[in-house]
């Protein structure tokens, strides 16, 4: 990649180190001006994008990570995919031809022909797509994600190209979740045998449009075009992918012209909002990911419900998103995000000192309690963790604020770790997210207690609507369970729902980058701009 | 000289063994679990106790103490918890653009720090020498970090003269985008050169053979760059040979605001997702390297300084 002409620099040396002193001393508080910059362009045919880390595994049954999925998207081929450039959720037949639903249990496909397979392995049939998404349902894989598939029984080949996916029950997420996601992804068995049953960072074969050339780990991932893939060929000849880690350093790499697209990060949404560099474009999405004040119910200061409630009710939402997000983002209802089933409109309880102040005096705390809030630190962590110190000093509760490395943090609430987790009071956490309810109540179930259910929280009702709703294909049926297991999570006293994390795409505007609804790029369907 | 070298030798095995010692003991006194990040948040407890068992994380501490030494002995320095591949790969691929940067920032902070030491000593108490002591501490006391983002937002984004992220491929790329992250890391320590090395040269400039050097009328130039500099440079090297530890600890930052690849990154992302065998790995080869560094910075004292050669001897 070469860089464009740059924007011409008349400008004085008096003038120069003026603008210079004035971008570092903005830089330093986080607030570096935009829209003064020259931008590069993705030229050469070559797309080179950041990713927030690097893989570290491409197996579709053990992949780890949000950036292996990324990856996996432009180099395998899942049975459907979902569009990019929406306002909501759609997918559309990818590795299938055409399905169709037989009846609850039962889903009839076609593989697109000459869907062709990497390394000579042939072309994708219905037997692959069998060994494929059994291989994910077998106990005996280990595979963390069995649970997409869970509800299968098996798969029947009935040609060549065609099958009939047989499922134990009705599995909602089947469709939002499981065929286009990376359990979808189909791959042959003679290539996982090859590999020993199972890989993790070198594919035996590719099935999507572009194949690994070369990965140096922690510089760059190079993916080049997959001579075996038969559809519309991408528009790009490589794709590079650059893991850095910090958003900063990538908005600075996408400034100085080394990236044609980055992710921004939160803290920045709003100063691109106001204005992308000279050259560049900007987009904020909605993300999934959701942000949550955890109240640890088995702590022994916190189990009477009252106090939680109190706390609760103390917390300004809008303050605490504010601070964190400086005004990129907006409240929450719960944990599952505008425009999936589920997703609340109200929550059940607003801010009101009065009836917090009432609660602690009827519990006996009327002078209020020290109380500890942990959390991983970030500064949009110790952000909202400062507003809502604040917002509990109010109520006479006296909030010290423990912040640790990214490790620590997540072992504070895992009770196999040892007893740190009963010292555990409040927390800040937030969890990704897939575009369908389950992958967002699926940790908060009574068997998640003290694994990734931090607050203790156990409700039969609620482990049951979570089984339940999975198995539930009427939209508006789903809809009111996911509700009322939100409206359950709340009444509990655990959760404070803050809101979902904003997303923000930086791109070159000679780019077109494809991105899903939650902000999410799709790289193989990246196009140049026209003209 | 070569029993000094073997007795040097020798405590530098012990180091490394108390150094590898002490990391086991702090890595597996802090909380946090290599199997999460492996397996990924829907791993089922079961899987998360077998991956735990499979690479050893279930014995005692000093149990896998003993195996990572009885391992190292066989070369093998294990594998990476997360991607399985072999620790000692991933760390040769990421040693040489470190090696580069540090080699980079000792040439950075040696060639202006020694020419401004020198010119600040040769022309003690005058404008010259103020306006060097000035630089110097002036760079001294700036924070990396920020000199780090000034050199990015002016010569990447707004000049556009450098890269601000990657570490390139071939010999001109590479050295283009090592520019900058030398400089960040580099910069402080032309402060601390160029003031020992003036101090050092006054000093040295007092001593009898300056003085006799002075009554047989050799030249001032020959005086300072054959007899003066050859001794004062000695407390420099040694300091440079420390500077090189901190160098490589520095590194970490170099490496994540420039988006480069390298051990310190390795070390940074290794803790973070308490990959043991790839902090334990890492910290063992820069260890290393950072002992033979000060040993290297002693020989060629040795070698430059008579009196030295002299003591060994005898």
């Known amino acids: ?531 | 000289m070569w029993l000094y070298f073997l007795k040097r030798l020798g405590l530098a095995v012990a180091v490394v063994a108390i150094v590898i010692a002490a990391l086991f003991a702090m890595i597996h006194a802090i909380p946090g679990d290599p199997a999460r990040v492996a397996l990924g948040p829907r791993a089922s407890e079961e899987l998360v106790a077998a991956f735990r068992e499979r690479i050893g994380l279930d014995q005692p501490i000093l149990v896998q103490m003993g195996n990572f030494y009885v391992s190292l002995l066989r070369g093998d320095l294990g594998r990476d918890a997360v991607s399985g591949e072999p620790v000692l790969r991933i760390l040769l691929s990421q040693l040489p653009d470190t090696l580069y940067l540090v080699l980079g920032s000792i040439l950075v902070a040696v060639v202006p720090g020694v020419f401004l030491g020198t010119l600040a000593a040769r022309h003690r108490g005058s404008l010259i020498d103020r306006v060097t002591s000035v630089i110097s501490v002036s760079v001294m006391s700036i924070p990396a970090f920020v000199i780090a983002i000034y050199l990015l937002l002016i010569f990447s984004i707004e000049l556009q003269w450098f890269p601000a992220i990657g570490a390139g491929e071939g010999v001109l790329d590479r050295l283009h985008r090592l520019v900058l992250p030398s400089l960040a890391l580099g910069l402080a320590w032309i402060g601390y050169v160029a003031r020992i090395l003036r101090a050092s040269i006054l000093e040295e400039m007092n001593e009898p053979h300056v003085r006799t050097a002075r009554a047989f009328g050799l030249s001032e130039n020959r005086i300072m760059y054959d007899y003066v500099l050859r001794i004062a440079i000695l407390p420099t090297i040694t300091v440079l040979g420390i500077g090189v530890g901190h160098m490589l600890s520095g590194a970490v930052f170099a490496e994540i605001v420039f988006a480069r690849p390298g051990i310190g990154k390795l070390v940074f992302d290794a803790i973070i997702s308490r990959n043991y065998p790839v902090v334990t790995g890492a910290v063992l080869l820069t260890t290393i390297f950072f002992v033979l560094v000060n040993l290297l910075a002693d020989l060629v004292i040795a070698w430059l300084d008579p009196r030295v050669r002299h003591d060994l001897a005898g």
């Not at chain 1, 088995?298 to 964190?324: F, G, H, K, P, Y």
């Not at chain 1, 009836?355 to 959390?375: D, K």
């Not at chain 1, 709703?469 to 009444?491: C, F, G, I, K, T």
Request: glycine residues 8%; hydrophobic residues 40%.
């Open chain 1, 1 to 531: 990649m070469t860089k464009t002409d740059t924007m011409a620099h008349g400008m004085n040396r008096r003038a120069f180190l003026g603008r210079g002193a004035t971008l570092g001393a903005l830089a330093g508080f986080g607030a570096l001006p935009s829209g003064v910059l020259a931008q590069t362009s993705a030229e050469n045919g070559i797309l080179t994008a950041r990713i927030y880390a690097d893989i570290s595994n491409l197996d579709p049954a053990f992949w780890t990570s949000a950036v292996d999925a990324l990856v996996m998207r432009s180099i395998y081929a899942p049975a459907l995919e979902h569009e990019t450039g929406t306002e909501e959720f759609r997918t559309r037949p990818h590795a299938f031809e055409s399905y169709e639903v037989l009846d609850d249990t039962r889903i009839a496909f076609n593989i697109r022909p000459d869907m062709g397979y990497s390394d000579g392995y042939g072309t994708m049939t219905a037997k692959d797509a069998k060994f494929s998404f059994e291989r994910i349902a077998d106990p005996e894989l280990d595979s963390p994600y069995i649970d997409d598939w869970a509800a299968l029984d098996h798969v029947e080949v009935t040609g060549e190209l065609s099958g009939i996916i047989h499922l134990k029950k009705p599995f909602a997420p089947l469709f939002t979740t499981t065929l286009p996601g990376i359990s979808g992804v189909i791959l042959p068995q003679a290539a996982i045998e090859a590999a020993g049953g199972r890989f993790s960072t070198q594919p035996p074969c590719f099935s999507g449009p572009y194949r690994i050339r070369e990965w140096t780990p922690k510089t760059r991932l190079t993916l080049e075009r997959n001579p075996a893939w038969t559809l519309d060929a991408p528009e790009f000849d490589e794709i590079h992918l650059v893991p850095i880690e910090d958003p900063k350093t990538a908005e600075l790499g996408f400034e100085a012209g080394d990236l044609d697209f980055t992710e921004t990060g939160v803290s920045s949404i709003m100063r691109y909002k106001d204005g992308a560099p000279q050259g560049a474009d900007f987009k904020r999405f909605e993300g999934l990911n959701y942000y949550w004040l955890g109240i640890n119910e088995d702590n022994w200061q916190l189990e009477d419900q009252r106090l939680r409630r109190a706390i609760q009710l103390a917390v300004d939402r809008q303050a605490v998103v504010d601070a964190a997000y400086l005004g990129g983002a907006t409240p929450a209802a719960g944990i599952v995000a505008p425009g999936l089933p589920g997703a609340r409109d109200v929550n059940l309880y607003e801010r009101d000192l009065d009836q917090a102040r009432t609660l602690l005096e009827e519990a006996g705390h009327g002078g209020g309690f020290p109380i500890t809030i942990s959390i991983q630190q970030t500064a949009e962590n110790l952000a909202a963790a400062q507003v809502i110190q604040a917002n509990l000093a109010e109520i006479g509760i006296q909030v010290q604020i423990n912040q640790y490395e990214s490790g620590t943090f997540w072992s504070l609430g895992v009770r196999s770790e040892g007893e740190q987790w009963r010292d555990l009071q409040l927390f800040l956490m937030r969890f990704s997210m897939q575009p369908d309810p389950s992958w967002a109540t699926m940790w908060f179930t009574p068997e998640q207690v003290g694994i990734w259910n931090w607050q203790g929280f156990d409700n039969a009702e609620f482990g049951k609507l979570h089984v339940d709703a999975q198995s539930e294909l009427d939209s508006a049926r789903r809809d009111e369970m996911y509700v009322r297991m939100q409206d359950l999570m709340e009444e509990s006293g655990d959760f404070v729902f803050l809101n979902f994390t904003p997303v923000g795409a930086l791109y070159s505007q000679d780019i077109v980058p494809a991105l899903r609804p939650d902000g999410e790029p799709v790289y193989y369907e990246f196009t140049r701009a026209k003209g």
